[in-house]
Each structure stands twice: as C-alpha cells, then as structure tokens.
C-alpha cells in the first residue's frame, strides 16, 4: 500500500441507493443525525488545523456548560473546584479539570446522566480488554460515531452498501442479531462470520463464503483476519481475485505482519481504526498511511503516568474528551492505551491531527520479577520465528508463572523447550517458571479475538 495509490470510484447502483438513499432512511427511523453530520465531517476534514482547533473549542465550551447546567456530577465537581465553564479560552484550560476514569464512571453512573437526555443506549464493554465498563450513549454520540466511521469507510473508495464480510465475535453484539437486524445486514449486503468459532473446516468454510459474497471490503480483528488468511494461503485457496479493495481493522493492536499477510492474501489494503464503544471512533488510517484522529468530535491529549499533559510529540497515555457525549459526558477520559501526537502535516491533505505509535492495551504488556514492564512482543519475538510452531498464547500467571501454550505438527524437541525457556527467563527473570505445554489448538476468547499473550499480573 503506497501513499500513491489512486482508488477507483466504481460504484454500484445498488451501493449508491443504498448508501443515498435506504441507510438515511434507516438513521432517519432510528433518529440518528449521522447523514448530516457526515456531510459536515467531509467538508471539515480538509479544515486547517487552526480552524479545527476553533471548532473543538467552541464545541467544548458547550459541552462544558451543558454538563455544568445538566449532569449532576460535573455540576458539583465545577462548584467543588470552583470552575467556570465560560473560563474556557484555550485548549490547555482543559488541564484545570481532573481525569475520568472507569472508577469514576462505576461510582457515578447515574450522576453522570444528563438530565434533559431523550434516549440513552447502556452498553458495557466485555472483560477481554481489561475491566469491564458499564456506561450510557445518547443519540447525538450514535450519530456522530456512526458518521465519523462512515466517512473513514468512503476514503478508501468503498462506501456503505458495498458488499462486506464482517468477521467479528463479540457475544454480545450477536446476541441483537434478531430478524431485524438480519435483515438489515441483507439490504445492506453486510454478512457476519462469527469469529468465536475458527477450527479447521470452519475457517474452510469461512474462505467459500468469501469467495461466493464477493465483498469488496472486509472488516474484523486483525488477528482473526490474518489467521483466516493464513488458512487459504495452507490450503492453496486464492483469494486475490475477488475484487475486494480494502480491509478494515480495529480494536486490536495491528502487527506488521498480520498486515502484510491480509494484504497479500485478499489482494487489499488495510486500513487500520482506533477506538472502542467507551471512547468512541477516536482515530482512522487514510490512504497515505496515517491515522487521522476524529477532532471534530474528539479531542485528544496525551499523560504521563501522573495525569500531566505531555509535550507534543511525547508517548503517553492517550486521554480523550468526546464533544458529542453531552448526555452522558466523556471528558478527560483515560482509554489506558499508549500513543503520541504529531504536528506533522498529512500527504492526503486532510488537516485532522494525527495519533502515532498508538499501542496496545495495558494487556499487551508483561511484567518482569523485577518489576519491568514490557510490551508482550518482547515474548512473541522469541516464538514466531520458529518453524515448528504453527500457534502459540502466553499466559503470564503471576510474577513467578508463566505458561507458554504451543501447537506444533510434531513434539517438540527438547532443545528447543530449553531454548524458550531459557529466553524467556533471560526477559522475564532467572527465577521464573516457564511451563511450556503442547495444546491442539488455542481457544479463542470468548470475545472473538485471538490474544498471542494475556497477563494476570498488574503493573505497580
Ligand atoms: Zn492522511
């Protein structure tokens, strides 16, 4: 995927009623404001930076005065600290308001509803990345999330209403798959594979179902992706000749190497999002190959271990405010991951800020008996380069535990048990016990994704 690469607009008649005409319908009956707001967003976008500055300005000093006149909670923390929204003249008087967290969110749940909301959707977000999080979305969120996803799909050159495989196993979200929803997903030419299911003769399975939709896009964990991948490349099944243009993934760190693999694989780009149901659509790769943050809906900034705001350019703990959270405000929301602004400008021309080096979830990382924190691929370097192992998990137990789970055609010999064991040691500590066991496969989470390495061990 160059940054030079000119993306056809060969669209459909179908996707064009589709997304003209029968998905505006459908916000319309769901009162959602996501076709205009997406129109705004796509004349935005190309705004300088010191005009989307203002605009996330403006837009924060109402949500500001519309929690102080309306969310209980943030009424009695301004009188607390004795802060004036109306005070607001620059994005750096944000700092005088503390960090949100998800304690904060459990404590204050209900004080934190604004009390003019018309409908709020509760949504929690499953235990697979860290703690659990119940939490409420108005309309004017949906809307706005909707749009700013919206717009990102549009600018690789697909649109809503182009025929998409969506790869996802997120029980939950499944468990709404009614008719209605089913039927929505026909009009839309949306089909779900579910990712929670993935042994051998399904991922067979899933590639022929690929190959009879024809997508021309596919969207999913970059783990789940990759492995379907990899399964057509061990069986011999092409799947560059289908026409699909652009692969789209998100809620999972993304690897090179699952890149190149979807990339090679589905003949594609791919195109990599950033964000959760919590924080909302906070950032999206445009072709040129950077991730753009939604600023016109999200504002950004980036803490050290303390909460202080860092210098442009520093790598920290990103923290967000959502502008269209009124009815249930985010602002100054800490998303536990870790990424860094640049001022630089984009190739594409967009003027939306950019987010870099954004990694993982806190549980990426493993900690060492000696108290070091590391990024899990400090582990999975050691393992993905061996020939004889097919799949791998690793399980960090406790400070002194960790198992390493290993599919492998044959068994494993001992030399090279020794030798993981030993590099293992040699990152993790002399004194830890690595247990390595031979499985059949790897389960996947309950969730759908495939996580190479979990740790039960908690930074200090
Ligand atoms: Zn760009």
């Known amino acids: 995927m160059g940054s030079h690469t000119t993306l056809t607009r060969k669209k459909g008649v179908y ?5 003209g005409l029968l998905f505006p319908i459908h916000e319309y009956l769901k009162r959602h404001g996501s076709v205009s707001a997406r129109k705004q967003l796509e004349k935005t976008q190309w705004w300088s930076r010191a005009q989307i500055e203002q605009l996330q300005l403006d837009r924060l000093q109402r949500l500001l005065s519309h929690a ?3 969310v209980p909670y943030y009424r009695t923390l301004f009188a607390e600290i004795d802060f004036k929204p109306t005070a607001i003249k ?6 005088k308001l503390p ?3 998800k304690a904060k969110i459990r404590n204050h749940i209900d ?5 003019n909301a018309y409908k709020l959707a509760r949504f929690n977000t499953g235990g697979s990345s860290g703690e659990p999080l119940i939490f409420y979305i108005g309309n004017e969120r949906v809307s706005h999330d909707v749009a700013a996803k919206w717009r990102a799909t549009r600018w690789w050159g ?3 209403g182009d025929p998409e495989i969506v790869v996802w196993g997120s029980p939950i979200e499944l468990g709404t798959q009614d008719s209605l929803r089913a039927l929505r997903d026909r009009l839309f030419r949306s089909k779900l594979l579910p990712a929670f299911e993935m042994s051998e003769q399904k991922l067979t399975l899933f590639l022929q179902e690929i190959r009879s939709h024809r997508p021309r896009m596919l969207f999913g964990y970059p783990s789940a992706l990759s492995h379907i991948a990899h399964h057509a490349d061990k069986v011999g099944m092409r799947m560059d000749d289908l026409g699909i243009q652009v692969a789209f993934v998100t809620s999972e760190r993304l690897y090179d190497e699952q890149r190149q693999q979807i990339s090679k694989t589905f003949g594609c780009a791919v195109a990599n999002g950033y964000g959760g149901r919590d924080a909302g659509f906070i950032a999206h790769e445009c072709p040129a190959g950077n991730m753009h943050i939604t600023a016109e809906d999200i504002i ?3 803490v050290d271990r303390d909460g202080a705001v860092l210098p442009m350019g520093e790598s920290g703990e990103i923290v967000i405010t959502h ?3 009124g009815d249930f405000p985010f602002i100054r929301y800490r998303t536990g991951d870790i990424g860094r602004l640049d001022n630089e400008s984009c190739e594409c021309g967009r003027g939306l800020p950019l987010l870099k080096e954004i990694q993982g979830r806190t549980t990426d990382f493993v900690v060492a008996q000696d108290g070091t924190v590391m990024h899990g691929l400090a582990l999975i370097y050691i393992l993905r380069n061996l020939p004889q192992i097919s799949a791998f998990k690793i399980l960090q137990e406790s400070l002194d535990l960790t198992r390493v789970w290993i599919v492998s055609e044959n068994t494993l010999d001992s030399t090279i048990s020794e030798m993981i064991k030993h590099e293992f040691q040699a990152r993790l500590g002399k004194a830890v016990n690595i247990v390595i066991e031979q499985v059949a496969d790897i389960p996947v989470e309950r969730s759908g994704k495939f996580r190479y390495v979990v740790s039960k061990v908690t930074p200090s």
């Open 323 to 325: 502008l269209a959270s």
């Open 158 to 160: 697909v649109d809503i």
């Open 99 to 101: 960090l949100l967290d």
């Open 300 to 302: 950004v900034e980036i």
């Open 111 to 115: 004080a934190l509803k604004s009390e």
């Open 15 to 19: 996707t064009s009623l589709v997304s």
């Open 90 to 95: 620059a994005m750096a008087d944000l700092q």
């Open 68 to 70: 102080q006149a309306h």
